[in-house]
């Protein structure tokens, strides 16, 4: 097993073990996820910043969702983070000391008792070269890069369990990206959007994947 994939498998194995870490007693520990604060503007052509974004906090979620479901925990639905946030962005003030009271606030209406949230603040992405990938076998075909601030909040205990004081840097390596570009590809219009729409996910689930291997995993 290369180095990349053995690193994919840890992290699953980790986020199991973060998120079975958190449910100490019973009943379930709720899990909220909060919309990512994007710090960059990054996103691949011809893919619409939103709808970028989008489907990176999609696919973010779902990493989320399978070590909280894992482990015996649930996740806070959309319809109550909605109710919650109303029509405002979770945003943390500029003091750190208020940070913990900005959480507080939030969770008022929540109701969960760990709460995550996200600022992404660079992206990367490429594809190896195939003669790069055959001389060195323990290559992935491609390598997302984010550097990202978490904060994780614990109601139970009241305090920052993660505060988001350093950027955190990690890289996920996954298969060959592909192209986006209309003209490079074959087939018929439909059989192309696809393809695109497709390969903007896969880059999405990368970055999402990255993100989740920037997480401080805690030893219990």
């Known amino acids: 097993m290369n180095s990349f994939l053995s690193r994919s498998v840890i992290a699953g194995l980790l986020l199991t073990l ?3 870490g958190f449910a100490q007693t019973k009943p379930k520990q709720r899990i909220a996820l909060l919309p990512i604060e994007f710090k960059t503007s990054y996103a691949p052509k011809p893919a619409k910043q939103d709808e970028f974004r989008a489907y990176v906090q999609d696919a973010l979620e779902n990493e989320i969702t ?11 639905t959309a319809t109550e983070l909605k109710l919650a946030l109303g029509e405002n962005k979770f945003k943390l003030p500029g003091d750190s000391k208020k940070h913990i009271d900005a959480f507080q606030d ?3 209406n929540l109701k969960a008792d760990i709460i995550v949230y996200f600022q992404l603040e660079s992206v990367s992405q490429k594809s190896f070269s195939p003669g790069e990938v055959l001389n060195n076998p323990k290559l ?19 305090l920052l369990e993660q505060d988001g004081d350093t950027a955190r840097e990690s890289v996920y390596g996954g298969q060959y990206l592909g192209t986006l570009d209309n003209r490079e590809l074959t087939g018929s219009p439909d059989a192309k959007a696809l393809e695109i729409t497709n390969g903007i996910k896969r880059r999405a689930m990368y970055i999402a994947k990255a993100m989740m291997l920037a ?3 805690r030893d219990r």
């Open 215 to 217: 997480l401080k995993f």
């Open 140 to 158: 992935p075909q491609s390598e997302t890069k984010v550097k990202a601030r978490i904060w994780i909040y614990m109601a139970k205990d009241d």
């Open 18 to 20: 973060t998120f079975s």
């Open 106 to 108: 939030l969770n008022e």
């Open 66 to 76: 399978k070590g909280a479901q894992a482990a015996g925990n649930e996740m806070v």
